[in-house]
């Protein structure tokens, strides 16, 4: 039996991860039923020794995509910044919980820091804000809160009598409908908003329709607009959609999980012009920032929010420090891993000037393969 931590072979299976990513940048896809014979994925009766599990844990790894690749173009993957990941690894070995100052300490202080920062840069400055385990849970939040907001007996009795309607672009992300279900909202109370020829929510169809749903006796509740749809990457135009908001008293949340590091450019802020009006804002750093999965903030405008819909009292828990100390207290969990660790480490190793250089530079590539396309569509 091996007297060796087995941690201490992470440096060598990273290194042998990151040696065959670069021999081998598009792996072959396995078959299912081949690969759980292969690695022999079912649970054994009998155990295995550390140096065995270190040797199959190899095996398995090089037998994953390699998503954090330059070679690799599905879906929303950002890369890899090494800074970012060094901070993963040393998250998962302190696995410490996010829910109080008692036991996690300077990451809470760290996770304030940074939900101010990225607050000032959305122009949410002052309001509340939260981590949580993706965009759909950030989404989910928000529409807890829209929906609590709207009927504040809600929480305490549920919801009782009367329609409630959210809109939402026709290109929005599936979370949206999801979500309504979950949360009692209802799938098919999600109205979908038509688009134009570029993919953005079309705010005069909002209005018609927001009005003709008032008249017929329902309630509409909220708008969620899209900053960076999923396919296109488009940017509805926040500014017109807040006036038609106003107008109707519907919460504004703007899912800006994809497209909200446009933030972090002069280049591309433009594009969310007016989201210093919305009621709440998504924000994923596991996209185009580099940082690892998953690492999603949520930010609402107004203080106090994320207690007065998510806050429950736990003596056990929250024995001491103020609740600004106490993560627990406005957040979706209670058992809560630390995700702001390497979103800050990177931000340290970056500035705000550094992440600028980035998020230009991957305007400049986007705009480039955009080029080539065109000349040569086929």
Same mark, same amino acid.
């Given at each position: 039996?091996?007297?060796? =931590?087995?941690?201490?072979?992470? !440096? ?27 690695? &022999? ?33 599905? %879906? ?15 998250? $998962?070995?302190? =696995? ?7 036991? $996690? ?20 400055? &002052? ?7 993706? &965009? ?5 939040? $928000?529409?807890?809160i829209a929906r609590n907001e709207a ?17 939402? !672009? ?8 999801? =979500? ?25 169809? #909002? ?9 017929? &006796? ?44 446009? #933030? ?16 709440s804002f998504a924000w994923d750093a ?9 690492? !999603? ?48 480490? #990177?931000? %340290?190793?970056?500035?705000?000037a550094g992440f600028a250089r980035r ?20």
């Amino acid at each position: 039996m091996s007297t060796v =931590n087995p941690l201490e072979h992470i !440096s060598h299976l990273v290194q042998d991860l990151l040696d065959s990513e670069r021999s081998t940048p598009v792996r072959p896809t396995l078959d299912p039923e081949d690969a759980e014979r292969m690695f &022999g994925l079912a649970i054994p009766k009998d155990g295995s020794s550390a140096d065995e599990i270190v040797g199959r844990l190899r095996e398995v790894v090089l037998a994953t995509p390699t998503t954090s690749g330059p070679r690799f173009y599905n %879906q929303l993957f950002g890369g890899r910044e090494p800074v970012a990941t060094l901070a993963e690894m040393l998250t $998962a070995a302190m =696995n410490i919980s996010m829910y109080t100052y008692k036991v $996690a300490g300077v990451q809470v202080l760290i996770e304030r820091v940074l939900l101010e920062h990225m607050a000032n840069l959305a122009g949410l400055s &002052g309001g509340d804000g939260l981590f949580t385990p993706g &965009g759909s849970m950030s989404n989910m939040a $928000a529409m807890i809160i829209a929906r609590n907001e709207a009927d504040a007996s809600v929480r305490n009795h549920g919801m009782t009598g009367g329609r409630r309607v959210v809109y939402t !672009s026709a290109e929005a992300h599936y979370s949206v409908r999801k =979500n309504a279900g979950m949360i009692g909202l209802g799938r098919e109370n999600v109205r979908k908003v038509p688009v134009d020829a570029a993919g953005r929510m079309i705010p005069k169809e #909002l209005e018609r329709m927001a009005r003709l749903d008032r008249d017929g &006796g329902s309630l509409p509740v909220m708008v969620i607009a899209t900053a960076g749809t999923t396919v296109m990457g488009a940017f509805d135009p926040i500014g017109p959609i807040a006036g038609i908001a106003g107008q109707h008293g519907l919460w504004l949340h703007v899912d800006g999980a994809y497209g909200g590091s446009a #933030l972090l450019s002069g280049q591309s802020a433009p594009l969310l012009a007016g989201l210093d009006r919305a009621d709440s804002f998504a924000w994923d750093a596991h996209k185009a920032m580099g940082v690892p999965l998953t690492c !999603s903030v949520l930010l609402t405008r107004k203080p106090g929010l994320m207690t007065r819909h998510f806050d429950e009292s736990a003596t056990y828990l929250f024995q001491q420090d103020s609740d600004s100390l106490n993560p627990g207290t406005r957040s979706l969990q209670c058992g809560r891993r630390n995700d702001a660790l390497k979103l800050w480490a #990177l931000w %340290q190793h970056l500035g705000d000037a550094g992440f600028a250089r980035r998020t230009d530079r991957q305007l400049a590539l986007a705009s480039h393969v955009r080029g080539v396309v065109q000349r040569d569509p086929m």
